[in-house]
């Protein structure tokens, strides 16, 4: 294989994401080169493009673009009563391509582990602030059936405790160890109808 540096430089970034390795990276450069025009221009311009205008909401965690603002936090359209609370943004793709949930998103960013994520990187107090601010009747924890999902849900319960909002969590159909992510509609519309209540928050 020819030494080229900007190549073999393209070839390590591309393995790096999901569900790519070396061989399939060197396969999507090859057909970026045999399509300079129509491929690497372009996506060259749209991810300089994303990466100067589309950024992490600071008060939900879900993307915002500099043109629009933050669709899931903008309430002109829609006073919804429900939060979902999820661990990451392709939990709330998901869900939202499912249609199962009507109201807001609120994207933790991770959860809590014994090492790695601490409690104060999660955004945790600004949905303890959404609920009181935007008169949230329930919040739904969505977040995956792992151990650390887990924790962090009885965490954000515990957070919520001087609420007074209603705290459910996902049930049947949500396999144990099972992540958001690769559920299917089926198994999402299960969990959702299925919820249980967590607390009653009362004063």
Known sequence: MQNISEIEELIKLISRLPGLGPKSAKRIVLKLINNRDELVKPIANVLATVYKNV????????????????????????????????????????????NIFQGYFHILGGTITSVGQRKEDLLINS??????????????????????????????????KNTKVKVT???????????????????????????????????
């Not at 950024?55 to 979902?84: A, E, F, V």
């Not at 303890?128 to 965490?155: C, F, H, M, P, W």
């Open 55 to 98: 950024n992490r909401c600071n008060s939900c965690g879900s993307l915002k673009s500099n043109s629009t603002g933050c669709i899931n936090c903008d309430s002109s359209k829609n006073k919804y009563t429900k939060i979902c609370v999820v661990e990451d943004i392709a939990d709330q793709w998901s869900i939202e391509t499912s």
């Open 127 to 160: 949905l303890v602030e959404r609920v009181n601010k935007d008169n949230i009747e329930e919040v739904i924890l969505a977040t995956s059936a792992t151990v650390e999902g887990q924790t962090t849900a009885y965490y954000v319960q515990d957070s919520l």
């Open 169 to 203: 969590k996902l049930a049947q159909g949500l396999p144990v160890g099972g992540e958001i992510e690769s559920l299917d509609d089926g198994t999402l519309f299960s969990a959702f109808k299925n919820r249980s209540k967590l607390n009653s928050n009362t004063d």
